[in-house]
């Protein structure tokens, strides 16, 4: 039962245009979102994050957005550059999971962005 | 500082072999996470600990154990090793609630293959 979902496994851009990478979720009890970039033979390295009670959170070339009623987040990314070619990893986390911050991850999508 | 290390990078383990993935991070973070992640697949949560003394289960916690005798050091025992184990390992570390307790901070990985 996959609860975070990434239904796009790969995803082509050009250079200076706009990404947009999607996300859907089924538990209702997910309150807290990441975007995670992982590069090859590296570990994944936290983006940006949102938390249910926004709708939208931004930092610099990078935009989250969250619809709570689809259960659904996306990640912009504008312009996007060369160097953001990676695997995008969305993850979630639920208030309930005790005081660790468990986190439940998507399969990824495999962004390229061309010259 | 280093962040989460982890060691070894690589390693081959023969059917019914066990063996200790190392991780070591040096943040003060109270809370630390072992993941695997399979081809093409998210991250899966296996064990994590709270704190010093105290771990508890993930989601596929099974043929796997560990331990958590410093606030630095959270390693993974493997016992048994059976293919199913091939996989790549992150281990991760997190603030205490309050203070940005969803950020997860990964180490490198360790790609294990069971022949």
């Known amino acids: 039962d996959q609860q975070v979902k990434q239904n796009s496994p790969s995803l082509s851009v050009q250079e200076g245009r706009i990404s947009i990478l999607n996300c859907d979720y089924t538990n209702s009890m997910f309150d807290y979102f990441l975007w995670y970039k992982k590069y090859p033979a590296e570990g994944p390295t936290f983006l940006i994050s949102i938390s249910s009670i926004k709708d939208k959170n931004e930092d610099g070339r990078f935009t989250v957005f969250l619809n709570k009623s689809a259960k659904h987040l996306s990640l912009h990314i504008v312009p996007s550059q060369p160097g953001d070619s990676a695997v995008y990893f969305c993850?979630?986390?639920?208030?309930?999971?005790?005081?660790?911050?468990?986190?439940?991850f998507g399969t990824g999508t495999r962004l390229q962005v061309t010259l | 500082n280093a962040g989460v290390t982890q060691t070894p990078k690589f390693r081959i383990l023969k059917i019914g072999q066990s063996m200790t993935l190392q991780c070591t991070q040096d943040?003060?973070?109270?809370?630390m996470y072992w993941y695997r992640q399979d081809p093409g697949m998210g991250l899966k949560l296996i064990y994590y600990s709270v704190g010093a003394g105290i771990t508890d289960k993930g989601e596929v916690p099974n043929g796997y154990n560990v331990s958590r005798s410093t606030t630095e050091d959270f390693p993974l025992r493997l016992e048994l090793a059976a293919p199913s184990q091939t996989s790549v390992y992150f281990c991760a570390s997190s603030y205490s609630p309050g203070r940005r307790k969803n950020e997860q901070f990964f180490g490198p990985g360790t790609r294990l293959t069971v022949l």
């Open positions: 993850a979630a986390s639920a208030a309930g999971a005790g005081t660790a911050s468990k986190l439940t």
């Open positions: 943040m003060n973070h109270n809370y």
